[in-house]
């Protein structure tokens, strides 16, 4: 029979800096004795966990302070085998690092774009309830064949044999775990003893059955122990989460606690970009130590996503300056004009509202002629305006009412 959850609640870490090496001593007898309890009486595993790490920091205090960096604990408990380091001096951390000569960190593709997932790290991805949160994650997936990858989902099988059906078969290296509805403790050993180098939660809210979300504390101790043993593992760990209604900038659209967000190494947010019912998405993030670019992908009608690139580049009116650049004498269909535009490439349907809009202009001619209106299952192809050059405006007659010929209207060509 498991023992009362509320007399193993976890309480912030001690800070052992004043603390004397007997009272380190006692410490660790202190954690020792909890640990042994909490596994006899059935405690939660998310409470071993903390216990564990609560032991690790004293381990590594009292290194530190006989004079050595690096300590490998020889208990017998999931960090048994890590070597904990508590404490480095920057110097020398910096010459280590230079002398490498590797990047700090490894990106790992993201819709084919670097700056947006580091390996190891630890990342929150938001976004509001169907938004795509899970389907960006999937096809992010398709390019990490080295990895192997756990999901823990919310989902049911026939909602994952729907969205299996519409992918290419690149996914053995996935496995999937279907998690609502199970105990934390399952959830949380299963990542802890997998082999697995990647680990998706989706969502947070419901596989981890948070309450308050506004409580910075609680929601702290649930998010900690994963994050830890990922780190310690060098494992990279996605927490899939929702964005409040009202939204906000700098992370603040997250939904609940500040300490989602203080949490985790890298925070992505989805947001939609366009209308309702665009495919085209907005992503935008925040970073320890790196800038996280915003990017606009879209879901194309074949089943893909691509990356457009840049909001800057994306837009409407960057989108008519490059289409217009390309436009020559000759027509040519939709599809040929994309084609001739550099990446990053902005998609089919942006394509199409530029080449209307520069008709719109007079920059731009149709076949069949614009003023026709929109004709059901016509293929239409486009040119340069014969009466326009790119460093001019477009020719135009300049009527005007002479009065000194009565009513006649007079063109000054």
């Not at 000194?404 to 063109?411: D, E, F, I």
């Amino acid at each position: 029979m498991g023992i009362d959850r509320k007399l193993l609640t976890p309480t912030p870490h001690p800070e052992y800096d004043n603390w004397t090496r007997e009272q380190l001593r006692q410490d660790l007898e202190r954690i020792e004795d909890e640990l042994c309890f909490a596994r006899e009486h059935g405690a939660d595993a998310v409470f071993v966990a903390w216990l564990e790490t609560e032991m690790a920091f004293a381990f590594g205090e009292l290194a530190r302070r006989n004079g050595q960096s690096n300590f490998t604990s020889d208990y017998r408990n999931p960090l048994s085998e890590v070597k904990f380091e508590r404490e480095v001096n920057a110097a020398i951390l910096q010459a280590e690092t230079i002398a490498q000569g590797i990047p700090a960190v490894t990106f790992k593709p993201f819709l084919g774009r670097d700056g947006y997932v580091v390996k190891g790290w630890s990342h929150l991805v938001a976004a509001f309830p169907k938004t795509g949160k899970t389907e960006l994650m999937v096809r992010a997936l398709a390019d990490w064949p080295d990895d192997k990858v756990l999901y823990v989902t919310e989902e049911p099988k026939n909602v994952w044999q729907a969205r299996l059906l519409k992918l290419p078969p690149r996914y053995e290296h996935l496995g999937i775990f279907f998690g609502l509805g199970v105990e934390q403790e399952e959830i949380f050993e299963r990542i802890k003893a997998g082999n697995e180098t990647v680990f998706i939660l989706d969502t947070i809210r419901n596989l981890l059955g948070l309450g308050d979300e506004t409580d910075n504390s609680a929601m702290a101790r649930a998010l900690i122990p994963y994050i830890a043993v990922a780190r310690e593992q060098e494992k990279t760990i996605f927490f899939l989460h929702h964005d409040r209604k009202g939204g906000g900038e700098h992370g603040e659209g997250i939904a609940g606690a500040h300490a989602f967000l203080a949490a985790v190494d890298i925070a992505l947010e989805i947001k939609r970009d366009g209308p309702e019912d665009s495919s085209r998405r907005l992503l935008r993030g925040l970073g320890r130590v790196v800038e996280i670019p915003r990017l606009i992908y879209e879901l194309q009608d074949d089943g893909s996503m691509i990356a457009l690139g840049s909001p800057a580049l994306v837009t409407l009116g960057e989108v008519k300056s490059r289409v217009l650049s390309v436009l020559d004498d000759e027509f040519e269909k939709t599809k040929s004009i994309r084609g001739h535009l550099d990446d990053p490439k902005p998609s089919q349907d942006q394509v199409l509202k530029a080449l209307e809009e520069l008709a719109q202009d007079g920059k731009a001619e149709r076949d069949p002629p614009f003023s026709e209106g929109k004709r059901q299952g016509a293929r239409y192809k486009w040119r340069r305006a014969k009466n326009f050059t790119s460093d001019s405006t477009p020719y135009r007659s300049e009527v005007k009412f002479d009065s000194s010929v009565g009513s006649k209207w007079t063109s000054e060509l």
